[in-house]
């Protein structure tokens, strides 16, 4: 019972289960959900990549992002130029200006061999 309780305390807010199915309150709740799991995802891994030596090109800059299976939020970053000229800030300025992709453009994006149509 003590595990119950801890748990409901633990929840940060109305879930999509605790309304009717297709309710616009059970929308409206898994859209939060959501909206909170992008923000602070649980788990995240970047990986940057950055030219040593040229200077930093952000308009040439590339970042793709994507949920694994597991929850975790990848990020693929590759910068055009030296990691060494962009302040911490501007990276992740840069990085939240990427959209997260859904597995269904990752599907068709292989599909097309990584180019855009």
């Not at 910068?79 to 453009?105: K, N, V």
Request: include cysteine; charge should be positive.
């Amino acid at each position: 019972m003590a595990d119950q309780v801890r748990a409901f305390l633990n929840r940060s807010g109305p879930r999509p289960g605790d309304f009717s199915l297709g309710s616009p309150e059970s929308r409206a709740a898994a859209r939060m959900q959501l909206s909170e799991k992008l923000e602070h995802p649980e788990k995240r891994f970047r990986l940057t990549v950055s030219t040593i030596g040229a200077p930093l090109d952000l308009k040439a800059s590339t970042c793709r992002r994507s949920f694994w299976p597991d929850g975790t939020l990848f990020e693929m970053v590759m910068l055009e130029g030296s990691r060494s000229d962009l302040p911490e800030e501007q990276l992740e300025e840069f990085i939240r200006q990427h959209p997260i992709s859904t597995s269904r453009e990752r599907s068709a994006d292989r599909q097309l061999g990584g180019r855009k149509p």
